[in-house]
């Protein structure tokens, strides 16, 4: 029996996106690591779709709780036009919560201040957590809490610590009550797996403009096509490096094969470090024309494809 079903006997699955935004520097990745934790600590830079970037997928009771990121509200605003603010306000929108995280030591100035006024026009839940709370005296969060809540009206206000933990299990219990029932987005099996594919590729990709950038300028793409989890604890993971022509080839392999070596030694070993387990890696290398104009590629790197 699949892990889906289990979960489907047991009750009703909750799920929702919730948009996890802050100025920088807050704890975002801090916290969604924790809350993701050991399950799947699966924490994507990786664009998901143009608007939206996936932190991370955490699964609390039969709640999976998927955490983005809303580029662009709070970079240098003033430089930013008004269209652009919105557009980037479109993405918490499509959430169905807002969590606002601030750093307690630094308070409301600059760009939290400036989240907050947003903030108001936005009609989702909103929540508003307080995170390193072991920098700072209880009275003054106390203070900082009041100050928010006089600007935004938040459904509630959280105090936690991202780095030890601390009002962590509270957060997480009241996103995974307070989430609406439905299916989860992701099958628990695959949350680690799709992001990771990707960013594997991503890591392969770097590996090759640092070792041939000269001699390969964007003319590259990397797709991981298998991803087989071993019973003796590590992974196997194939992937094709797509180029446009075939004297790229030559290039990609090197005199031989010493540059695509070093490329898959290098990615090898990051890989191994990110996903705390042995990696083989099998790197394939294919010309497949004008890659760069076909749509099922853009789509496999989470972008949209505009005629
Ligand atoms: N003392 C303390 N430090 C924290 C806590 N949470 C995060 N930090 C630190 O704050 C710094 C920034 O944390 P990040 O998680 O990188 O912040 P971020 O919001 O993801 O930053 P950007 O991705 O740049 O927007 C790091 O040095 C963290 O170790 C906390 O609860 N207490």
């Keep these: 029996m699949s892990e889906a079903e289990t979960t489907e006997e047991n009750g009703a699955t909750h799920s929702g996106f919730v948009a996890l935004i802050g100025p920088t520097n807050a704890g975002k990745s801090t916290l969604v690591n924790r809350l993701v934790g050991a399950k799947v600590s699966i ?31 709070f970079k240098p605003r003033r430089r930013l036009d008004r269209a652009m603010v919105m557009a ?23 760009d939290a201040e400036a989240i907050l006024e947003g903030l108001k026009e936005v009609r989702q839940p909103k929540i508003l957590v307080l995170n390193k709370i072991d920098r700072v005296r209880h009275e003054d969060l106390l203070a900082l809490a009041a100050k928010a809540n006089e600007t935004v009206e938040f459904d509630r206000t959280f105090m936690i610590s991202a780095t030890n933990g601390s009002g962590c299990d509270d957060l997480m219990d009241w996103l995974a009550t307070t989430l609406p029932e439905g299916p989860w987005y992701y099958p628990e099996d695959q949350i680690s797996d799709l992001p990771m594919r990707q960013l ?39 992937q094709v490096i797509y180029l446009e022509r075939d004297s790229q080839k030559k290039i990609a392999l090197g005199k031989g094969g010493e540059a695509i070596k070093s490329i898959s030694m290098a990615a090898r070993k990051e890989l191994s470090e990110i996903l705390e387990q042995p990696v083989h890696l099998f790197l394939f290398v294919k010309v497949r024309e004008n890659w760069g104009d076909d749509p099922a590629r853009y789509r496999e790197m989470g972008l949209d494809f505009s005629e």
Excluded: N
């Design 88 to 110: 980037a306000w479109t993405g918490a929108r499509d959430a169905d919560l807002i969590m606002l995280l601030v750093d307690s030591e630094r308070g409301l100035k600059g």
């Design 200 to 238: 594997a590729a991503e890591i392969t990709r770097e590996k090759l403009f640092l070792r041939l950038h000269q001699e390969l300028p964007y003319s590259s793409h990397v797709e991981t096509e298998k991803w087989e989890e071993r019973k003796d604890g590590s992974v196997r993971i194939e």
């Design 43 to 73: 924490v994507s830079h990786k664009v998901q779709t143009t608007r939206a970037m996936l932190r991370g997928i955490a699964i609390h009771d039969r709640t999976q709780i998927v955490f983005m990121d809303t580029p662009g509200i």
